[in-house]
């Protein structure tokens, strides 16, 4: 399995300004995908990155408010955009294991936004 | 379409007494079927899966999941749980497709184990 670290942990922000997660892989991979999971409930899929293509977003939500990067096979991004208290959620990111029916979750970055 | 549906949000019980976490799918296509585990500030990890072939899978720290077709069930025991079981345990299914496979993932349930 895949180890993946996540930055930042947690972050306290202010609405209105922007923060990025980073999610880096120690091997290559080729599909990373990041989550949401807003206090108390389950996980949901945000979009699907893909090295060297656009990332390809799940229904609700969008590029201007979500946007990824995926520079290389080891390394993803996630920008949460013009924060709002709703945005307060814990971002994993996971990526394909060796089968592509697997995936293997990062610690999480849990966003207050106040 | 798929949906998946954990019919308990917590589950309190005593250490050493066995455990049922029920989960249910709905889906037009074959699917895969996992558990996943939350620990307290920790990230999700894979507990379980069913691919094919048995119906029973076993984790290594004594968890057992059977799928069920007929009742599009595939609910997670364990005959005797542990204080360090407490935690968030999440169903999940992904429906075959030959490509990359999204998670749908059911609303959790929080299992609580007392002394």
């Known amino acids: 399995s895949a180890v993946i670290s996540q930055k930042p942990s947690r972050d306290i922000c202010q609405r209105g300004t922007s923060l990025t997660i980073q999610c880096q892989v120690d091997s290559q991979v080729t599909m990373m995908f990041w989550y949401r999971q807003q206090p108390g409930q389950s996980l949901t899929l945000i979009a699907t990155a893909n090295q060297g293509s656009e990332a390809t977003y799940e229904s609700g939500f969008v590029i201007d408010k979500f946007p990824i990067s995926r520079p290389n096979l080891t390394f993803s991004t996630l920008t949460v955009s013009n924060m709002s208290p709703e945005d307060s959620s814990i971002y994993l990111c996971?990526?394909?294991?060796?089968?592509?029916?697997?995936?293997?979750f990062g610690p999480g970055t849990r966003l207050t936004v106040t | 379409a798929q949906s998946v549906t954990q019919l308990d949000s917590q589950v309190p019980v005593f250490e050493e007494a066995p455990v049922e976490l029920r989960c249910n799918y709905s889906?037009?296509?074959?699917?895969?079927l996992f558990w996943y585990v939350q620990y307290p500030n920790q990230g999700l990890q894979l507990l379980l899966k069913y691919l094919s072939g048995s119906t029973l899978v076993k984790s290594i720290n004594g968890f057992e999941a059977e799928f069920n077709k007929s009742q599009t069930s595939f609910h997670l025991r364990k005959p005797s749980v542990h204080i360090s079981d407490t935690a968030e345990y999440f169903c999940?299914?992904?429906?075959?497709?030959?490509?990359?496979?999204?998670?749908?993932f059911g609303a959790g349930t929080r299992l609580a184990v007392h002394p």
């Open positions: 889906s037009s296509v074959s699917v895969y």
């Open positions: 999940a299914v992904t429906p075959f497709s030959g490509g990359y496979n999204k998670l749908i």
């Open positions: 996971s990526v394909e294991g060796d089968r592509n029916y697997e995936q293997y």
